[in-house]
């Protein structure tokens, strides 16, 4: 049974980090693409991250390019986002994902590429 569980969630001000970090668990999680999405009250869920099998590509959208990034640690079986300079926009509920087939010549970033999903984390951004 795979387990997605995310965690580092929590309430901050404009400008400050936060570190996301999700374990993977139930299956070999070096074969597999990762993504963090988000989804704020009332909108669709969205793609924030992805980042291949190999750690070797990933994929920002437009709105975190530059504040955000994605890596992986296949030995542990983690992949992380770290979030600088978070404004409130950013607040959100973020989810990891792990894709539903393994390797892959790309990133992913609709949610019907990704099969198993976290219970999401609260992310609070204060102006």
């Known amino acids: 049974q795979v387990q997605v569980v995310e965690s580092g969630g929590g309430l901050v001000q404009a400008g400050d980090s936060l570190r996301l970090s999700c374990a993977a668990s139930?299956?070999?999680?070096?074969?597999?693409?990762m993504g963090w999405f988000r989804q704020a009250a009332e909108k669709e869920r969205d793609v924030v991250a992805s980042i291949n099998w190999s750690g070797e590509k990933t994929y920002y959208a437009d709105s975190v390019k530059g504040r955000f990034t994605i890596s992986r640690d296949n030995a542990k079986n983690a992949v992380y986002l770290q979030m600088n300079n978070l404004k409130p926009e950013d607040s959100a509920v973020y989810y990891c994902?792990?894709?539903?087939?393994?390797?892959?010549?790309?990133?992913?970033?609709?949610?019907?590429?990704?099969?198993?999903w976290g219970q999401g984390t609260q992310v609070t951004v204060s102006s």
């Open positions: 994902a792990s894709r539903r087939s393994p390797y892959g010549g790309s990133t992913y970033v609709r949610t019907e590429d990704y099969a198993y």
């Open positions: 139930g299956r070999t999680f070096s074969m597999y693409a």
